[in-house]
């Protein structure tokens, strides 16, 4: 068991370093290609000697297209031609699908949320004795009759899509805030239960004690 452990210790831990470093060495590897073929249309000829350069150049311009397009994305016209395009992602099904995911754990990862919750809990769930992790979106009051007031609308989440889990009402008294940002809380949820925060900003609430039942 201590042996599994560590081995998904060191995958966990590994994963992000490994997919980094593949990224990086696949633009260094074929840039350099993709722009000699490009000045080759314009007949223009990279001299020998510049040529170990070229994929550092492609690592530059990999690094401002990225730059480019999140300027784009916050102007009117560059996000109604970013919407157009994910439009036509979502028409094809198993590219919907990779797409939406990829998306959602992007968002996730790097903190552009497209929903704000107001901080992380757990609620007793789905029976007594379970805890689960879930997000506060916001109290009911008296918005839903005739459902009394006293709830709040909680977020459960599911790995590793968090948006893709369920709304439930809990009443407010048994939600049980956490000392952990939300960011931390998605990365959890993301990683699969993986990436536990390195510690509280204070305290952990602790958890109510179920009374017994009297004999």
């Known amino acids: ?3 599994r452990q560590r081995f998904l ?3 966990v831990t590994l994963l992000p370093l490994l997919v980094t470093l593949y990224f990086l060495g696949w633009v260094y590897t074929y840039s350099g290609g993709y722009i000699q073929g490009f000045l080759h249309l314009l007949n223009l000829e990279v001299p020998r000697a510049y040529q170990p350069a070229l994929p550092f150049v492609g690592l530059f311009l990999a690094a401002l297209l990225i730059y480019l397009v999140g300027a784009l994305a916050e102007h009117y016209l560059g996000r109604r031609l970013i919407v157009s395009l994910e439009r036509s992602l979502l028409l094809i099904p198993l590219v919907r699908d990779i797409y939406k995911a990829v998306q959602q754990i992007a968002h996730t ?3 552009q949320k497209e929903v704000k919750f107001s901080r ?3 609620i007793e769930y789905p029976r007594r004795g379970l805890y689960t992790l879930c ?6 009051g008296s918005r839903l009759p005739p459902l009394p007031e006293g709830y709040t609308a909680v977020l459960v989440p599911t790995s590793p899509v968090p948006a893709s889990g369920m709304v439930i009402l809990v009443p407010t008294e048994e939600v049980i805030p956490l000392e952990i940002s939300v960011e ?4 959890y949820v993301v990683s699969a239960g993986f990436l ?3 510690k509280p ?5 602790s958890l109510p004690q179920r009374a017994e039942p009297s004999p």
Do not use: C, H, N, W
Not at 201 to 205: A, K, R, V
């Open 120 to 122: 992380a809990a757990v």
């Open 1 to 3: 068991m201590r042996l």
């Open 9 to 11: 210790t060191g995958l």
């Open 135 to 140: 997000f506060v979106v916001q109290p009911v």
């Open 201 to 205: 900003s204070g305290p952990l609430t």
């Open 196 to 198: 536990l925060p390195e």
């Open 184 to 187: 931390d809380a998605l990365k």
């Open 109 to 111: 990862l790097f903190g």
